[in-house]
């Protein structure tokens, strides 16, 4: 990896360390990194390229690299200008560098590019949108010879905003005399930060401290076009994506390395992402939600109440509607229990009637009648039943499976432990994206980790545990949740989900019931099985 300023130069750093750590994770074999930097772009007329080339090739004459990664503009020069005498034959990719800085028509068979395109008007008529008041703009620029090619190229694509607003460029003054001058700016004034690496004094300006000295002092809002920029110290809108850049650079390392023709892989020019905003800076500023562009993302909001108290407004709630859903099903066993005891006391009535030497037929008669009419009760209590669950408020949204489970898990940690039982989780790397009723869904999974810390604390075995599981299976989420408990008898996982059927000795059979119709609603299975414990197995499909 040839570095043009050093390993601590925003945006570089950025790009470089997003690349190695993406190329790791991609890559199916270990590799190993080596970091040389072009320290001589500093200055305009260094005189060091020769002796860095001989350098590299003293240090590389027993064995190439398979690839080399130019980051930035720089690095990549460098690379085009010597590429005769620095590895010839050895792929390359140049990456974190303006399209406009490469010189493509010196491309060889063994090179390829992954560059963004700046837009600078889109990032000037940002700040005219959101601030419609900007009398001044202030350009933040280095001095190095990068940053002087710069220079031209804001000056060219700035000067159609000629008598819309003042430009006041910052290339020939040292930081701290940019410091002075943002502080004093006039009203109505903004920043668009550029880069700043070498100023105009020759000093040199490594990671993020001079963009944060600058957002501390200024007087006026400071704007960016690179997202590695933001946070804390600018107000944003489009901007380009450095982790997004580096992600598609290190796509293209690993297809290199794995044998495919660094020539052959053409990548567009990255363009800018969709506008996000800090809504720190904007309370700062006095912007407005209503002022940013369409499609807009706000970070950093001060969380809600909700956000702050969820877990005690959950609790308080779950309670309410606890005692809310237990009347409920206490004046529905009541309901059914009197014809289910009326149907009971029918048959032991016909068993004793036809037990006699002369059976009352006609009587027999009548009793069936009654058991057909109860059961008819007992079955529209079940149907009404069903109904409510199904008529319960149904909110669909997308949200991350994995993390409804996480908390769930969490929240029932406590329960866990006062049971004397290991509740554990194994959870997807990625986000497992499902559309449906969140709450509904936890309470599906709340019921089911219960039961399994139920049956998990029923067993005399040494370790006691409830392993909750996510995994992507296909198009579905699928998660499982098994215990250590005695499992299930042959009759109990045929009927396990039906309704008023429990394996509990006080259990009223009907959480399980339920669980299956939330599921069916949101289009998945349920299932259970035994496997040293009983398992239970949801299936949803994916976002």
């Known amino acids: 990896m040839l570095h043009s300023f050093g390993l601590r130069f925003k945006p570089w750093t950025d790009y470089a360390q997003i690349i190695r750590s993406e190329i790791t994770r991609r890559s199916q074999r270990p590799v190993d990194f080596h970091d040389h930097s072009l320290l001589n772009a ?4 260094d005189k060091s390229d020769g002796p860095f080339v001989d350098y590299l090739h003293a240090v590389y004459a027993g064995k190439r690299p398979d690839l080399i990664l130019a980051i930035g503009a720089p690095a990549a020069n460098f690379v085009q200008r010597y590429r005769h005498r620095i590895f010839p034959g050895t792929p390359m990719v140049f990456t974190a560098v303006e399209a406009r800085r490469v010189q493509y028509d010196k491309l060889t068979q063994d090179d390829t590019v992954v560059a963004p395109a700046h837009d600078f008007p889109a990032s000037f008529e940002n700040i ?59 009203p109505h004034s903004a920043i668009f930060w550029h880069l700043m690496n070498v100023d105009a004094a020759g000093v040199a300006h490594e990671a993020n401290a001079a963009l944060s000295r600058l957002s501390a002092a200024a007087n006026a809002p400071v704007f960016s076009y690179l997202d590695n920029f933001f946070g804390d110290t600018t107000v944003g809108g489009p901007m380009h994506s ?26 567009p020019p990255t363009k800018y992402a969709s506008p996000k905003f ?44 606890l005692q809310a859903g237990l009347i409920a099903l206490l004046l529905i066993a009541h309901e059914i229990n009197q014809p289910l005891g009326a149907i009971l006391n029918n048959v032991e009535t016909a068993e004793i009637l036809l037990k006699g030497r002369s059976p009352d037929l006609r009587g027999v008669k009548e ?40 908390e769930t898990v969490k929240f029932l940690l406590p329960e866990a432990r006062s049971r004397a039982v290991v509740l554990r989780s194994r959870l997807t790397g990625a986000p497992l994206w499902v559309n449906g009723d969140p709450i509904q869904l936890q309470q599906v999974f709340s019921n089911l980790i219960l039961n399994a810390l139920d049956a998990a604390s029923d067993t005399t075995l040494a370790e006691r545990a409830v ?9 579905f989420a699928a998660i499982s949740i098994a215990d250590t408990g005695p499992g299930l008898s042959a009759e109990a996982a045929g009927k396990i989900f039906d309704p008023f059927f429990s394996t509990k000795k006080h259990g009223m059979g009907m959480g399980l019931s339920i669980a299956r119709t939330i599921v069916a609603m949101h289009n998945g299975q349920i299932e259970a099985e035994n496997c040293n414990g009983a398992v239970f197995r949801v299936r949803l499909p994916l976002a």
């Open 42 to 45: 500093r200055l305009a007329d």
């Open 128 to 186: 005219l949108r959101v601030l419609p008041r900007t009398k001044t703009i202030a350009i933040v620029n280095g001095a190095s010879p990068n940053e002087t090619f710069w220079l031209g190229e804001l000056r060219r694509e700035t000067a159609p905003l000629t008598g819309r607003v003042e430009l006041k460029f910052y290339n020939e003054l040292s930081f701290e005399e940019i410091l002075k001058d943002a502080a004093n700016l006039p």
């Open 242 to 267: 450095v982790e997004e850049g580096s992600a598609v650079a290190a796509a293209v390392a690993v297809r290199i390395l794995n044998g495919e023709k660094a020539g052959d892989i053409k990548t």
């Open 278 to 321: 800090d809504s720190r800076q904007m309370q700062r500023w006095g912007i407005k939600e209503s002022d940013l562009p369409p499609e807009s993302t706000v970070l950093f909001k001060p969380p809600t109440m909700w956000e702050t108290y969820r877990w005690q407004i959950l609790t308080a709630c779950s309670v309410i509607l």
């Open 367 to 406: 009793i069936f009648g009654d058991i057909r009419r109860d059961n008819s009760r007992a079955t529209e209590v079940i149907r009404r039943l069903r109904s409510y669950v199904t008529k319960v408020p149904f909110e669909r949204k997308d949200f991350d499976l994995n993390y409804q489970i996480g």
């Open 467 to 475: 392993m909750v599981e996510t995994a992507q299976d296909r198009k």
